[in-house]
T-cell receptor, first 112, second 114 residues
Framework: QKEVEQNSGPLSVPEGAIASLNCTYS??????FFWYRQYSGKSPELIMF????GDKEDGRFTAQLNKASQYVSLLIRDSQPSDSATYLC????????????FGKGTLLTVNP | EAGVAQSPRYKIIEKRQSVAFWCNPI?????LYWYQQILGQGPKLLIQ????????DSQLPKDRFSAERLKGVDSTLKIQPAKLEDSAVYLC????????????FGDGTRLSIL
């Protein structure tokens, strides 16, 4: 069973702090990883994706991938109350069907 | 670029009734996915289409769920008969179907079974 595990949460940080969201995966064949944000009652919205080892930065967001450790993380700098949402980590299986396996999500609350 | 369109947004039915959901993917996206998301959990893939062919339906409860994607564009997902445990949000997503390309989600259909 290919699994994606996320830190259980919920996670609460003060406004302006760095929020760190973590994810591990069991399938070594996974090629790329996606972080989605999901507001309550809304559908998942893509934040960023990463497929090379190392860091990828986009504004206040940094994704980190370590394939040797099978570990993916998302850092949110200068957290804002509007960042309060559930963050879903998903891994793309190897092979030609590009199937995503999602974690259960981590609920982040940014307190003003 | 128009996003993934889904309808209806909400549906309430009684158990043992049938229900159908519709999805129109982003134009040009070859791959279409149907997910089930139960409250507090991540989306679970039900079925994946590449153009109008099924790529993966390993987690689709085939005794009650069916899906089709005629002409490789729009898709419908049907549940017949519905059970209480089918209460969930049904999400449709699409992607170009090439490596490392993200999936984009529609707004989903929230299904409640009474």
């Amino acid at each position: 069973q290919k699994e994606v595990e996320q830190n259980s949460g919920p996670l609460s940080v003060p406004e302006g702090a760095i929020a760190s969201l973590n994810c591990t995966y069991s399938d070594r064949g996974s090629q790329s990883f996606f972080w989605y944000r999901q507001y309550s009652g809304k559908s998942p919205e893509l934040i960023m994706f990463i497929y090379s080892n190392g860091d990828k930065e986009d504004g206040r967001f940094t994704a980190q991938l370590n394939k040797a450790s099978q570990y993916v993380s998302l850092l949110i700098r200068d957290s804002q109350p509007s960042d309060s949402a559930t963050y879903l980590c998903a891994g793309n299986s190897g092979g030609s069907n590009y199937k995503l396996t999602f974690g259960k999500g981590t609920l982040l609350t940014v307190n003003p | 670029e128009a996003g993934v369109a889904q309808s209806p947004r909400y549906k309430i039915i009684e158990k043992r009734q049938s229900v159908a959901f519709w999805c129109n993917p982003i134009s040009g996206h070859a791959t279409l996915y149907w997910y089930q998301q139960i409250l507090g959990q991540g989306p679970k893939l039900l079925i994946q289409f590449q153009n109008n062919g099924v790529v993966d339906d390993s987690q689709l409860p085939k005794d009650r769920f069916s899906a089709e994607r005629l002409k490789g564009v729009d898709s419908t997902l049907k549940i017949q008969p519905a059970k209480l445990e089918d209460s969930a949000v049904y999400l449709c997503a699409s992607s170009p179907g090439t490596a490392n390309q993200p999936q984009h989600f529609g707004d989903g259909t929230r299904l409640s079974i009474l």
